[in-house]
């Protein structure tokens, strides 16, 4: 029975953890999603976009939509770069599938085991894949604003704004450099690789049947 028990608890533990894990990329989303209704506000202050009787968004899908499509006008290459996380976000880290589990689960396959450590398992790799996937958030954002506020106006920013973004993006090249010359992601780059290879084979396949 207490084994019963310890399995219901690591199970429980786990699915709290994938919970936070899934929930902690859903804010950076909501970070990019913000930005662009920022931008958006800047430059058409007098839209509106909250109910005055709730102090809630009026309709939030249509507000992003409109939000989305304004900056991908206006800014092409800011909405280019805020797609391209938005993007990887949603194909890889917003929507819980068996690649996190890795970042979660000790695993013996010959052995038939696995297991959970009560704190987070320390992935230098994954980690520096995260915050390069932070900055490139937060580079991208404050480009964005910049360059609207330049237009618009709506804010005065810091004096250093440009120099600390350039920090900022100047580390985020760094971790890539660093992550793209380990052998675990010259390993991961080949077996992808061969996955896409495979899979254009059988559509290729299909289409000629």
């Known amino acids: 029975m207490r084994a019963a028990r310890d399995g219901q608890e690591s199970v429980l533990y786990l699915l709290d953890e994938f919970a936070a894990l899934v929930q902690a ?5 909501q970070v990019v999603e913000g930005v662009s209704n920022a931008a958006f506000a800047l430059a058409e202050p007098a839209a509106e976009y909250v109910d ?17 499509k304004w900056v991908r006008k206006e800014f092409p290459l800011h909405s280019s770069d805020l797609k391209d996380v938005k993007d990887l976000l949603n194909d890889q880290a917003t929507h819980f599938h068996i690649v996190h589990s ?24 994954l980690s520096h894949a995260d915050l390069w996937l932070v900055a490139q958030t937060a580079v991208a954002g404050m480009h964005l604003l910049e360059q609207v506020r330049q237009r618009f106006g709506g804010y005065v920013p810091a004096a250093d704004l440009d120099g600390r973004a350039n920090v900022l993006a100047a580390h985020a090249q760094e971790l890539v450099a660093e992550m793209t010359a380990t052998e675990r ?19 290729d396949a299909r289409r000629e049947n």
């Open 185 to 203: 992601h010259k390993a991961a780059s080949r077996a992808a690789a061969k996955a896409d290879a495979r899979r254009q084979a059988a559509k």
């Open 102 to 125: 890795e970042r979660l689960v000790r695993s013996d396959v010959e052995g038939g085991q696995w297991g959970t450590d009560f704190f987070d398992k320390e992935d230098r790799h």
């Open 25 to 29: 990329y859903m804010n950076l989303r």
């Open 52 to 68: 005055a009787d709730t102090n809630l968004v009026t309709d939030s899908q249509a507000t992003n939509l409109r939000s989305y």
